[in-house]
């Protein structure tokens, strides 16, 4: 099934470790301006190869990357590694600790087609197109995706529990997350791992498009390459790998706000919904989230002057026609993109995935926020997706809405970087 590699990583200089705090860096698609703004005032920051900047941001990174190749900045590890990665965590409401436990390797940047990895949302052509501009100049993964195996026996957890006592670095994150790093080298424990993924199917949680940015890039090389094997650097991809049957793995909800709609009535909007849903206006819009909390088919929407909860009619569900399984039918995300989004909104599926109307946000206090502040016209506010649900989705071979789900912690960047230049890999 699933091939992996440990890698030979490049790493901050054993001096720059000691404030690797200042040197790590959010993943793109959750910086927030602000954020990125603050990091790029440090010029090691890992920041300027995973979201780089100008009129050039691929051929910008290139060059910084060059620069700290060449003045040691980072540095290669001699021995090809597994690289533990803990994440402890706690939730708002709850000040029990969590442990997310996963290691980072190579993995094989496989087909959809070969139904090896698994995909369980859409991407959107334009972030792709970056990623693969931005792996083609420096042939450099920057930060892992996250990817899920299934093992109940957690063979794999013994080794990472030993790598972690002693880490390579420990420091606390953006989201306040505690993050240690170890590394394994042992060959022989090594094989463990590659010998029990290579009997797995992957579920790729988070990362879609850097994903599909190393598939695109694979191709594309492939082609190129007369000599073609399977084994060059450029087949493999940087992925984070966690555990499906531990209890340490949350999703979080996306919420979706709507901008920029031309000829936008709330009093029509609801006039439509009311065809659908049974609808509670909310007096207090900052309890909605909770008011819909575990609710099947229930969203909150947000004006700038009324809240509603909503919670589809029952026996109005066997009108969602999209020519989907009933897997995906039976999701929140499906029913808020069909009864929501189409009918109310007049945004039709097709159109949906790049559409500039439809933005997304993890954060319920921003959505109300924004709503308020006239910077949207509204929120639809909905709840997580489960662990069994995406499982599901994955192996009905269809795909949820992009941004549908939000794995929470997310990886950091910047504690390794992997090259897929031959010489290097």
């Excluded at 953006?174 to 042992?186: H, K, L, P, T």
């Excluded at 009918?343 to 599926?349: F, M, N, P, Q, R």
């Amino acid at each position: 099934m699933a091939e992996i590699l440990p890698l030979k990583a490049w790493l901050y200089n054993d001096e720059l470790k000691q404030s690797i705090d200042s040197l790590t860096s959010p993943l793109f698609d959750v910086v927030s301006e602000k954020q990125r703004n603050k990091l790029y005032e440090n010029e090691l920051n890992s920041i300027h190869l995973s979201v780089p900047t100008g009129s050039n941001p691929s051929e910008n990174a290139l060059e910084i990357l060059n620069l700290w190749k060449s003045k040691k900045i980072i540095v290669q590890d001699e021995v090809p590694s597994i690289y533990v990665y803990y994440q402890y965590f706690t939730l708002p409401g709850n000040s029990s600790e969590i442990c997310r436990k996963g290691f980072i390797c190579n993995i094989k940047a496989y087909d959809w087609s070969d139904k090896v990895i698994l995909r369980h949302e859409n991407t959107m052509p334009k972030s792709v197109n970056d990623r693969i501009d931005l792996l083609n100049k420096t042939q450099l993964n920057v930060s892992p995706t996250h990817g899920l195996y299934t093992d109940p026996e957690y063979v794999l957890e013994k080794h990472m529990d030993e790598a972690i006592n002693t880490p390579l670095f420990e420091t606390e994150d953006y989201q306040g997350v505690r993050d240690v790093f170890a590394v394994i080298n042992s060959p022989s424990v090594i094989d463990e791992f590659v010998n029990l993924i290579k009997e797995k199917n992957i579920i790729l949680a988070d990362g879609h498009h850097r994903y599909e940015g190393s598939l695109e890039y694979r191709k594309a090389r492939q082609i190129e390459n007369p000599n073609h094997t399977g084994n060059e650097g450029y087949n493999f991809h940087m992925m984070y790998l966690t555990n499906t049957e531990t209890d340490n793995l949350r999703v979080l909800p996306t919420h979706r706000l709507i901008k920029g709609l031309l000829d936008f009535s709330e009093e029509k909007i609801m006039e439509v919904l009311s065809q659908y849903f049974v609808i509670k206006e909310i007096m207090d819009p900052f309890s909605i989230n909770e008011i819909i909390l575990g609710k099947q088919w229930a969203f909150g929407l947000i004006f700038k002057n009324n809240s509603y909860k909503l919670r589809l009619k029952p026996e109005i569900h066997t009108q969602l026609d999209w020519p989907f399984s009933e897997e995906i039918k039976q999701l929140d995300l499906t029913v808020m993109h069909y009864f929501i989004i189409e009918k109310a909104l007049s945004i039709i599926g097709s159109k949906q995935r790049s559409s500039e109307n439809i933005l997304f946000d993890r954060n319920f206090a921003d959505c109300l926020t924004k709503v308020f502040q006239n910077e949207a016209q509204m929120a639809i506010i909905t709840n997580d997706v489960t662990m069994d649900e995406i499982k599901k989705v994955c192996h009905s071979g269809y795909t949820m809405p992009q941004k549908s789900t939000y794995f929470y912690p997310k990886v950091i960047c910047g504690f390794l970087f992997s090259s897929i230049k031959e010489d290097e890999f």
